[in-house]
Structures are given as structure tokens and as C-alpha cells.
């Protein structure tokens, strides 16, 4: 089963212990940027309370990373497409050298009973 990492973490200035099976370091950093966020939109617009501003992150949060995956799913659409693209390359090569490979030995075969 996977670790757990008790982590303490500060956003705008409230301390969060989160019980996580990730990075100690990658979760301070994520909160970091949250923070940072956080402080920059209330600058932004000082009648935000701290739940507006984290709504507002988590929207932000959320569309980008739906943008990703929608572009990952599509990027593996694409790679799907150029294995099969390569597959099918890979099987026309193999035919036309077995292909190729008849003709010589034909070639061969017509230049024996000429020869002969």
C-alpha cells in the first residue's frame, strides 16, 4: 500500500495538514502556487472573500486541466493513427519485398533457359 506523508502546508495564512501518498515537496509546491494565486486575484479585486477567490482558482484549475487532457487524449488519437499509418507501411514493405524477391527468382529462372 502506498505511503502516506503527513504535509503542513500555509494558504493564505491558514495551516492545512494534509495527509497525502504524493511528494512532500511537490504538495508545498502546489500550495505555494495556490497561494500565490489566491493573493494575486484578491489583490486584484479586494472585495473577494477567500471563498470567492478559491472558487474562482478552482474554475481556473479545473479548465486547464480539462484543456490538457483533451489535448493529451488527442495527441494519443494521433499517435494511435501513426502506429497503425507505420503498421500498415511496415506490412506493405514486407509485401512488396516478398513481392520483389518472386521477380528475381523468376528473372533468374528466364535467364537459365536462356542460357541453356
Do not use: W
Not at 60 to 67: D, I, V
Not at 95 to 115: A, F, M, S
Amino acid at each position: 500500500m502506498f505511503q502516506q506523508n503527513r504535509v503542513k502546508v500555509e494558504i493564505c495564512s491558514t495551516e492545512y495538514t494534509i495527509q497525502t501518498p504524493e511528494d512532500r515537496d511537490f504538495v508545498r509546491e502546489l500550495a505555494a502556487t495556490i497561494d500565490q494565486n489566491l493573493k494575486e486575484l484578491m489583490e486584484k479585486d479586494p472585495n473577494l472573500s477567500i471563498n470567492t477567490a478559491l472558487v474562482l482558482c478552482s474554475l481556473s484549475y479545473l479548465a486547464n486541466a480539462q484543456k490538457a487532457q483533451q489535448a493529451s487524449d488527442h495527441m494519443r488519437a494521433q499517435v494511435n493513427d501513426y502506429l497503425k499509418d507505420a503498421a500498415r507501411a511496415r506490412m506493405e514493405t514486407e509485401e512488396y519485398k516478398r513481392e520483389l524477391e518472386r521477380v528475381r527468382r523468376e528473372l533468374d529462372n528466364l535467364r537459365q533457359v536462356q542460357g541453356q
